[in-house]
């Protein structure tokens, strides 16, 4: 669409962990004996994700053109990055026994670090700030990163004190991985507090393989 090519198209996102983390599929190794911290075991870094992953799925429909009846959203800019080559491996899936797992002491050590040196790339780079934007949706794969996330925003912003707002569903919908953009964004349009000319900035980051992105929108009226 941006190059002409196409008038409109489709961008989805769809997420169905549950076929890997069912009870009746997901075998973990029982190493908890072997731990004093627990979370430090491979059952927990297993076990953990089936009450934190959700089947989701969510769409957004590109045009050249903004409705004529309806809000829209332009896309002012993207911007992508992955740090994988700067820390250690986050999540795997094991082929031999389907096991997906996550080692929440590399996320919790790596993860913010390498988000603010993405954010001060992206608006280095496109000649932004975060103070432009009326509200920020970041994805968050839990609650427990709230004040991670929220202390990664602020010292972005010119008073940190009073940072750009930012909203989440994730109360609502649990974390539903690829998708969570999607329905995000889609159940904050629908409280229809968004007026012409404000600001979104979709925050996605990605710990498997620690690859950030951001998507800088403008409401437009129709």
């Not at 996102?13 to 599929?25: C, F, K, P, R």
């Not at 080559?85 to 790596?110: F, G, H, I, T, W």
Request: hydrophobic share 40%; with cysteine.
């Amino acid at each position: 669409v941006s190059s002409g090519q196409h008038a409109a198209s489709l961008g989805v996102g769809a997420e169905h962990s549950s076929q890997v983390l069912n009870s009746t599929a997901i075998q973990p190794v029982d190493d908890r004996k072997d731990h004093e911290n627990i979370r430090a075991s491979r059952w927990f870094m297993s076990v953990f994700l089936r009450f934190m992953l959700s089947d989701g799925a969510g769409a957004f429909f590109l045009s050249d053109t903004p409705s004529t009846d309806s809000l829209s959203l332009r896309v002012n800019w993207t911007h992508a990055l992955s740090l994988a080559n700067q820390a250690p491996l986050c999540m795997k899936l094991e082929n031999r026994y389907a096991l997906l797992s996550q080692d929440v002491s590399v996320l919790s050590e790596y993860l913010f670090p390498a988000a603010g040196k993405f954010l001060d790339d992206a608006f280095r780079r496109h000649d932004d700030t975060i103070d432009a934007y009326t509200i920020v949706l970041p994805h968050m794969s839990s609650f427990y990163f709230q004040r991670k996330m929220e202390r990664v925003i602020a010292s972005r912003c010119a008073d940190p004190e009073h940072p750009t707002p930012y909203w989440t569903n994730l109360a609502t919908v649990g974390n539903t991985g690829a998708a969570s953009i999607f329905v995000m964004l889609d159940e904050f349009l629908r409280c229809g507090t968004l007026n012409g000319g404000d600001r979104l900035l979709l925050f996605v980051p990605e710990s498997g393989q620690f690859n950030f992105n951001l998507v800088s929108l403008t409401a437009v009226a129709p």
